[in-house]
């Protein structure tokens, strides 16, 4: 998949943004590849709405204008009824937990690794870290 541009919602200079506000917009996700632009088009009619492409089963829905959020989402979920829909501000903020916790299991991982070592090492003699020596005949 080709990057044509990346979107930086926490940058107001980014031309690209258009006024984009996390929780205004939406994530909707696991969709039928051959969904095209104009049938979305077709579902928001009347409403302001951009369209941004992430990949071929994601997209995501921003309102252009001030809306009342929960309005938004129902009305969102009532035309996107059977695919993901998530507000982007909570799947942001689900994905920097997620790698948050992958980051604190992997510490967790590694200290449990360390423990069993300590143990291996105190059983069967040595310490850690310091080759044993090898017996000469």
């Known amino acids: 998949m080709q990057i044509l541009y990346q979107i930086d919602l926490e940058n107001i200079k980014d031309p690209m943004k258009n006024k984009m506000k996390p929780e205004t917009t939406f994530r909707i996700s696991n969709i039928d590849p051959s969904l095209k632009t104009n049938e979305i088009l077709q579902r928001i009619a009347g409403r302001h709405f951009e369209i941004i492409w992430v990949d ?47 980051y604190f299991e992997k510490i967790e991982t590694k200290s449990t690794f360390s423990v069993l070592i300590d143990s291996f090492m105190t059983i069967f003699g040595g310490e850690r870290g310091i080759k044993r020596q090898r017996i000469q005949d």
């Open 56 to 102: 071929d089963t994601t997209f995501l829905l921003s309102s252009t204008i001030e809306e009342n959020v929960s309005e938004m989402e129902a009305f969102v979920k009532s035309i996107f009824y059977g695919y993901t829909v998530e507000c982007l501000s909570d799947y942001l903020m689900k994905q920097e937990y997620d790698q948050k916790t992958a």
